[in-house]
């Protein structure tokens, strides 16, 4: 099993910003001091490049952030003041869950140690994203014959707006966001099944809709690729999650995903998505956990499996 990682390109945030910058080198530094994997196990990929960025967002976006021009208001939806190196990290980032589907291919199962950008749009990012790096990768993988029924299973607390908008004409990729009803975004778009929960929801009733509806989303659609955005927000101590997520019930969230792709036996490229708890130790935990359940249901899974 491959992770890629893009954490050694860091943006100059200011002081006191709000996005936990340091948890994605926290993690790679916990999963290599883990003895869980081989020191080649751990990737730094290559910057997405324009022509499959292109697939999904307009010249015109990719122009401004690329000259330094973007408009103020953009700037402001995405929450990051303008550097060369966010440009070059999100570019890294789509490249890293490209890296992992791509591997994914051959191992079953691929991880990106970030990722998970799902509010950006094609003419815009957003909450903390700049480009749609599973949209990107999953139109590169359709665009080149890798997979033909994509399933994207979105565990972030906040629903997918972006890539519910991205892939609303493309039959060809089914959106699934299990996320908080009175969350941001304030307007949600219209995912392919969308199940919004109330505010303090916890393990049971999380896991009861995640079993019911992910089934409903597997048959409707019969994927021959999933990509999992694995959000460590819906913890309970999460600064925006409002959803009341225990570590284990997280854990068992992320086992179920992946015995159920197991059975599939179809590929899944994993993104760490959002995490935003007081504690960045409790985020590091939470992502932690879900790279070893992948690595320990599907590393070296081969075919699909009897449903239990």
């Known amino acids: 099993m491959k992770l890629f990682y893009s954490d050694t390109f860091v943006l100059p945030l200011p002081e006191g910003h709000r996005f936990p910058m340091d948890k994605y080198r926290l993690l790679r530094e916990r999963l290599m001091a883990s003895g869980r994997f081989e020191p080649d196990a751990f990737a730094l990929p290559a910057p997405i490049d324009d022509e499959a960025l ?10 401004h952030l690329t000259e330094g021009t973007l408009p103020r208001e953009i700037e402001r939806r ?15 980032s789509v490249g890293a869950t490209l890296a992992a589907a791509r591997s994914a291919l051959v191992d079953r199962v691929g991880v990106n140690l970030a990722g998970g950008t799902h509010h950006a749009f094609a003419a815009s990012g957003g909450g903390f994203c700049v480009f749609n790096d599973t949209v990107v ?5 359709l665009a080149e014959g890798l997979a033909e029924r994509i399933l994207v299973v979105d565990l972030d607390v906040h629903q997918g707006d972006g890539t ?17 009803a009175g ?6 778009k219209v995912s392919d099944l969308d199940v919004a929960l109330a505010d303090a929801t ?8 995640l079993k019911n509806h ?9 994927p021959d690729f999933v990509f999992y955005l694995a959000g460590a927000d819906p913890f309970h101590e999460d600064r925006y999650g409002r959803l009341a ?12 995903v992946f015995e159920t792709v197991r059975r599939l036996g179809c590929p899944v490229a994993v993104s760490m998505a959002g995490g935003y708890a007081p504690q960045v130790s409790d985020i590091v935990d939470i992502h932690e956990a879900t790279v070893l359940a992948a690595r320990d249901i599907l590393a070296g899974a081969t075919g699909p499996q009897p449903v239990a």
């Open 54 to 63: 292109l697939r999904v967002h307009e010249a015109a976006y990719l122009r």
């Open 78 to 92: 995405i929450g990051f003041p303008w550097s060369p190196e966010m440009v070059e990290r999100s570019r890294r």
């Open 137 to 141: 990768a999953a139109h590169v993988l």
């Open 164 to 180: 519910a908008e991205l892939c609303r004409d493309e039959p060809r990729i089914f959106t699934f966001s299990i996320h908080g």
């Open 183 to 188: 969350n941001y975004p304030a307007r949600k």
């Open 202 to 209: 916890g393990d049971a009733a999380y896991l009861a809709a």
């Open 214 to 222: 992910l089934a409903v989303a597997v048959s409707r659609h019969q």
């Open 245 to 256: 997520l225990s570590k284990a019930g997280l854990a068992a969230r992320d086992r179920h």
